[in-house]
């Protein structure tokens, strides 16, 4: 007797996708990071309480256009694609949405490469995290991200523009902190020198 086929009468059915596995993930308390799939399910939209969808696949979700603040940016999920990316690591939507205490979908088709990349430029910016830390961020969260290498240079140019943007410590402070004496609980209380009479 042979095996039954999957999808089959008596088969576990066919194995969807790593990218429908799961449901979307909390990147910040407003937002979450997912696939078209998840995009596609009320149930998860309802218990989520998400009231914006922010689409960079390249694909419109029509339907949303009435229910949801909807964005739509299409982005090839190509390294040569990286105007449109940039334009929406750019964007100011994201902040509409958290400032209107609204919760915010950001989607590709896959939730792979596009989306994350926008919520990594969003971290970057907002957090003053540097590439690396960001995405160790969200891949501990959607542990199957992977920019293409493209997306990638982009954001590596957006840590440079970010970093040489944030003010640094002065120097000069940092020194006297560094060669301050260190005082221990039990040591005795130093105390300040006072100018000699006449001097």
């Known amino acids: 007797v042979g095996r039954p086929k999957p999808g089959g009468a008596g088969g576990a059915g066919p194995v969807p996708p790593p990218s429908m596995e799961g449901g979307p993930v909390e990147i910040l308390p407003f937002l979450y990071l997912g696939s078209a799939y998840h995009a596609s399910k009320c149930e998860f939209l309802a218990n989520l309480h998400i009231t914006a969808l922010l689409n960079v696949s390249r694909k419109s979700s029509e339907p949303f256009k009435d229910q949801y603040c909807y964005k739509w940016i299409p982005v090839e999920d190509s390294h040569t694609d990286t105007a449109k990316l ?111 009479a006449g001097s």
């Open 86 to 196: 940039t334009s929406a690591m750019r964007i100011f939507f994201l902040d509409y949405v958290r400032r209107a205490g609204g919760k915010i979908l950001v989607h590709c088709e896959a939730g792979i490469s596009r989306s994350p990349t926008i919520c990594m430029a969003y971290l970057m910016k907002t957090k003053k995290l540097r590439l690396e830390e960001a995405f160790d961020y969200i891949k501990q969260r959607r542990s199957l991200i992977s920019p293409n290498f493209g997306f990638m240079g982009q954001l590596l140019q957006y840590e440079s523009e970010i970093l040489s943007s944030t003010p640094s410590p002065p120097v000069a402070s940092c020194k006297r902190e560094a060669v301050a004496p260190a005082w221990r609980l039990g040591d005795e209380a130093p105390t300040p020198r006072r100018a000699r």
